[in-house]
């Protein structure tokens, strides 16, 4: 009898921690996986990390959705890993002048360094 009772506690345990463990998530996961929710983090993230003034916000946000959305269709497009890599690189080039536009010397030295470190952390995760 005590087994029987053991093996149901241990199933309802099991069942109760599985149960969490698959609805447990992040709250930007499902945004972070659109251009719209990706432009908006960064566009966040950047607010914070460069003080962006009110004036400049808008013209950020715009930049980070277009090129969002661009590098959305290079990583959908069936093109082979070195070409999108080309393009990305292409397009990443093409931000940064956008944004030096816009940035004030101290902020685009920030935001170079910001880059650099999301594209090593992205490195980091493919590995």
Do not use: C
């Not at 998530?25 to 929710?37: I, L, M, Q, V, Y």
């Not at 959908?76 to 536009?101: I, N, P, Q, T, V």
């Not at 010397?105 to 952390?121: G, H, N």
Request: charged share 35%; proline share 2%.
């Amino acid at each position: 009898m005590k087994k029987i009772l053991f093996i149901g506690i241990a199933i309802m345990i099991s069942a109760v921690s599985a149960k969490a463990q698959t609805t447990v998530r992040p709250a930007t996961t499902d945004s972070a996986r659109t251009p719209e929710g990706r432009a908006a983090a960064l566009t966040e993230k950047m607010k914070t990390e460069l003080s962006l003034t009110d004036d400049q916000y808008p013209s950020i946000q715009a930049i980070n959705l277009k090129y969002a959305q661009k590098n959305e269709q290079i990583f959908k497009g069936s093109d082979g890993k070195f070409a999108k890599y080309k393009a990305l690189k292409s397009s990443r080039k093409d931000k940064g002048k956008e944004m030096k536009a816009i940035l004030t010397s101290d902020q685009y030295k920030k935001y170079e360094e910001m880059v650099e470190k999301m594209a090593e952390e992205f490195k980091r995760r493919r590995a």
